[in-house]
């Protein structure tokens, strides 16, 4: 057994919190869709695009993210799979609300973000410390610059889904912290 690969025993404090934010995000998005009673209100004409791109892939990637990391023993190779849900729900957002240029360089960010988690987890990359940089400052961007300084929500409703996307970064933002080299079992 290697011991180069990242564990996160599922009892560990780190990956019940990561799980609780993660249900957290579902739970906001799902408050958010029934108080528009699941209406297209982000894309135009569009209902039912909508509503599997910018609900349904959050909230089954956030679900199933949560309880493998609570259920599974100590490995992370399984949670690739609701990574990359997560990568493509925000690609596909990006493409949906961004402007060109906006959209290739969050691409370019999410497209880096699941190249180092993938490579970190399964040890081929030793530090996990660029995992923890891409985790992170775009939180922190998020949080301090756009949420606060570039974006005005009318009304608390209108804040949900980004405090949705909040909650998903800080949650892989804990997960990392929590991460250890370890042999898999």
Do not use: Q
Not at 121 to 142: A, D, E
Not at 147 to 167: K, Y
Request: with cysteine; net charge positive; aromatic share 14%.
């Amino acid at each position: 057994m290697s011991y180069n690969r990242r564990t996160l025993s599922p009892d560990s404090p780190f990956a019940v919190i990561s799980a609780l934010l993660m249900f957290l995000s579902a739970a906001v998005l799902t408050v958010y869709y029934a108080w528009y009673s699941f209406a297209a209100v982000r894309i135009p004409g569009a209902p039912v695009i909508e509503l599997a791109v910018l609900y349904i892939l959050p909230v089954s990637c956030c679900i199933i993210f949560a309880i493998m990391l609570v259920t599974r023993k100590n490995n992370l190779m399984p949670t690739i799979l609701p990574m990359m849900m997560g990568v493509v729900f925000f690609a596909l957002k990006a493409a949906f609300t961004l402007g060109t240029l906006h959209c290739v360089l969050c691409c370019v960010l999410y497209a880096a973000y699941a190249s180092v988690y993938i490579l970190t987890v399964s040890g081929i990359m030793s530090t996990r410390s660029l995992l923890l940089l891409l985790s992170g400052l775009p939180f922190l961007y998020h949080l301090f610059v756009e949420d606060l300084f570039l974006t005005d929500f009318p009304t608390f409703a209108d804040f949900l889904p980004e405090l949705s996307v909040l909650l998903i970064m800080l949650g892989l933002f804990v997960e990392t912290v929590g991460m250890r080299r370890g042999r898999v079992y």
